[in-house]
T-cell receptor
Framework: KQEVTQIPAALSVPEGENLVLNCSFT??????LQWFRQDPGKGLTSLLL?????REQTSGRLNASLDKSSGRSTLYIAASQPGDSATYLC????????????FGKGTKLSVKP | EPEVTQTPSHQVTQMGQEVILRCVPI?????FYWYRQILGQKVEFLVS????????KSEIFDDQFSVERPDGSNFTLKIRSTKLEDSAMYFC???????????FGEGSRLTVL
């Protein structure tokens, strides 16, 4: 059974720092992996989608990498800002293109001014 | 920018009552989903829907749950007889293609008393 783990559960950094959030999954047979952002009491905002054949995806200050064989993905945030404060969720799509997303519990990021 | 919209944003109901949560997916999307998040826990898959039928459902999605696409725009989740443990944030999501990125709504918070 696929399990997704995100470490650390919480992270506090000063503004301007570069940071890395980690996601690991137990079964490497994934179709793709998606990173989301969730603000308190709000919905999930899609940040990046990486297909299983890809190694990384970039969007602005965000860069997500995928190492399928080792069951790991990282989300790199450059030059962090207080507005980046949120919970970041990693989700893998297992069971092929029509499989459902399996989520980690998230990393709660706080960027201090 | 197109978005998934959900109503109501918050519903309080008595145990045993029926609840209908409504969603309007992004207009050109074909794949629809319901997920839920119990407070402090992971986001969990409930059901996926394509071509007017359920594609996949989790073990959470028992006989008390049903989904419907009554017209060309709405996608609903019905809980026939709510239980205390159904209290959660329910998220609707849609995708334009099989295996594509999922886009989530802001959620409907259900509180069962």
């Amino acid at each position: 059974k696929q399990e997704v783990t995100q470490i650390p559960a919480a992270l506090s950094v000063p503004e301007g720092e570069n940071l890395v959030l980690n996601c690991s999954f137990t079964d490497s047979a994934i179709y793709n992996l998606q990173w989301f952002r969730q603000d308190p009491g709000k919905g999930l905002t899609s940040l990046l989608l990486i297909q299983s054949s890809q190694r990384e995806q970039t969007s602005g200050r965000l860069n997500a990498s995928l190492d399928k064989s080792s069951g790991r993905s990282t989300l790199y945030i450059a030059a962090s800002q207080p507005g980046d404060s949120a919970t970041y969720l990693c989700a893998v799509r297992a069971g092929g293109s029509q499989g459902n997303l399996i989520f980690g519990k998230g990393t709660k990021l706080s960027v201090k001014p | 920018e197109p978005e998934v919209t959900q109503t109501p944003s918050h519903q309080v109901t008595q145990m045993g009552q029926e609840v209908i949560l409504r969603c309007v997916p992004i207009s050109n999307h074909l794949y629809f989903y319901w997920y839920r998040q119990i407070l402090g826990q992971k986001v969990e898959f409930l059901v996926s829907f394509y071509n007017n039928e359920i594609s996949e459902k989790s073990e959470i999605f028992d006989d008390q749950f049903s989904v419907e696409r009554p017209d060309g725009s709405n996608f609903t989740l019905k809980i026939r007889s709510t239980k205390l443990e159904d209290s959660a944030m329910y998220f609707c999501a849609s995708s334009s293609s099989s295996g594509g990125a999922l886009f989530f709504g802001e959620g409907s918070r259900l509180t069962v008393l």
